[in-house]
């Protein structure tokens, strides 16, 4: 099985890119978005001056509890600067998007519970809501994250979309907003060493 078929097995419908707009990212943006991808994980992520965005973060069911998704996340952290990436909230019917969250709060990362982050599929026509998290090794502040997404929803997420998707997602002032008061941190619960 080839990488994106692996993605795209693993990952809903609506959070998917197609294969040709990771293709055209890997050829045209390659100075910027990259593939890291080994027999059991596969990582696409943007790498930016001041931050590194996670596109999807891949690590097979066979090979969990071996440290593979830890170890990949290193080689982010090691560049010592903030990372990124979209979570779906939690589902207590889906015991993955459980553990999912309880991976990245024992990795150290945060959520973003000030952004505001829903997008229309193209796939699909329905909104789709996410969550940010990150990880700030330099006290790194939720504006500043929220400036760091904007700029990876226009430069990663919209590439060349009415060319691939025959029309364009919405503008980033629709899909990132700022909430005046923070929410609910999703994290919380796996963050509690009781629960770990």
């Not at 309880?102 to 990362?109: C, I, L, P, S, T």
């Not at 939720?142 to 025959?166: P, S």
Request: aromatic residues 14%.
């Amino acid at each position: 099985m080839n990488w994106y078929e692996k993605l795209n097995q693993y990952f809903p419908v609506e959070e998917m890119k197609s294969k040709e707009h990771m293709d055209t990212l890997l050829k045209e943006k390659g100075s910027v978005y990259y593939k890291d991808e080994g027999p059991y994980h596969v990582l696409m992520y943007a790498e930016f001056p001041s931050f590194s965005f996670v596109d999807y973060l891949f690590v097979s069911k066979e090979s969990r509890g071996m440290g593979i998704g830890k170890k990949t996340l290193q080689m982010l952290k090691d560049k010592n600067k903030p990372i990124i990436l979209e979570v779906e909230p939690v589902d207590y019917e889906d015991s993955d998007s459980e553990k999912r969250l309880r991976f990245y709060a024992r990795e150290g990362f945060e959520h973003a519970s000030s952004i505001g982050y829903c997008r229309r599929s193209l796939a699909t026509g329905e909104e789709n809501a996410m969550e940010i998290l990150y990880w700030a090794p330099n006290g790194e502040t939720e504006e500043e994250i929220f400036e760091a997404m904007k700029k990876m929803y226009e430069d990663i997420h919209t590439y060349k979309d009415e060319h691939f998707y025959g029309e364009s997602y919405d503008p980033v002032s629709d899909v990132l907003t700022r909430k005046e008061q923070d929410q609910q941190d999703i994290l919380e619960p796996f963050s509690n060493p009781v629960n770990k």
